[in-house]
DNA sequence: TTATTATGTGAATAATAATTCACATAAGGG
DNA sequence: CCCTTATGTGAATTATTATTCACATAATAA
């Protein structure tokens, strides 16, 4: 028997990689360590040389998709200085994001993931929901300095209104197997809403 | 030993009503067919003389759930012939359905329900969802017949935005754990969507 | 080269839960 | 009142999975 040795990071790397894309697959319940390990290509127990437990694995899943919902409000902000051209882009990003990886809501509003475990339940909700939230909120904040967005408006509601323009489409498109038209949706509703946070 | 018989709708329904009860405080996850037995007051076997399996329990969950939702819309339509006052009474009817009992979205959105039952998210799909936004369209509709609704906009997706005023507020205010005030966001929000959407 | 250690293996363990089954008993019709 | 049957009981069965452990081996440094 030939076996190849890795070093611990990578294998973290690969695993939860594994992890991620079985949940895009087959959702929470679908991911067990066997099948982590038999897409890395070890055996089950090899899993637990590079994490403690199965949570440690979900932990660093989680991560995983901090890091892209960010990089998605990085990317915006650079792409524009307008608010609501910003704001546009970060809604497309991140729609797309959830329509070609289906992990997104798959994972964060898990029940799984959460029932009993109250401080990941808190971590994420605090270091990633509400971060993100607050990212857009002070996007909303910048175009009300630039008079580019209605200054009577709450800029913390305004950015929970803006993920309520992508989380039923996504959560649409995901249960109807794709055949609502998450993109659509998103691009439509977008329209109505800026109207309606634009500067007069 | 002394035990007492019931005929299999009471315990059907009272089985039905533990089960939602116990998805309100503690998840699917916490859902098991002895949490069940216990608070119906029988033994575990016993529920199978009522239902042929778990999933059979799941789907009588569903049927409650469904019941809310639509006995919503009935009310609100019944409360005002005013479209936008309708939309506003369903969607407070609707956050306190949530916030109250938080087993709505904690089903709704829960993968294990799913996960190797396509044709059970199927039919919440088009029997819950789908057929709740198109009750939501109707009410739309129906403004824009009677120039209370801005006639250049498609029901369906107003629809699907009232749902966006309502699920990131429940979500939000379930993963904070109450923190998160749900019912004033949907207040304020609404006002903004409101102004949106009203005839001019 | 050799010794050390991190990584990998396969088998065993343990916990959780759904489900079945043989047997018991309450309820209601005849 | 009896007897049939639906309902209830407790124990056993089964399946699934995470996790552990003793042992093996590749990588690396000395």
Redesign the interface.
Known sequence: MSFEKLNTEIRQEQIAGAALSIISD?????LNIAGIARRVGIVPSAVYRHFKNKDEVLDAVLDLIQENLFENVKKACEKTPDASERLRHLLMLHINLVVGNRSI??II????L???HPER?KK??SDI?TAYLKKVAEIVRLGQRDRQIRSD??PD?VS??F???I???G??WH???GQFDAIR?VE??WK??K???QFR
Do not use: C, N
Request: net charge negative; no cysteine.
């Open positions: 087959a959702g929470l319940k679908g809501p798959r509003f898990s029940e799984d959460y029932s009993g339940q994420v909700y929901i408006l709450d509601t929970v209104m993920l309520g323009i989380q039923p489409a959560i649409l249960m109807s197997e949706h439509t509703a109505i809403f109207e309606s946070i």
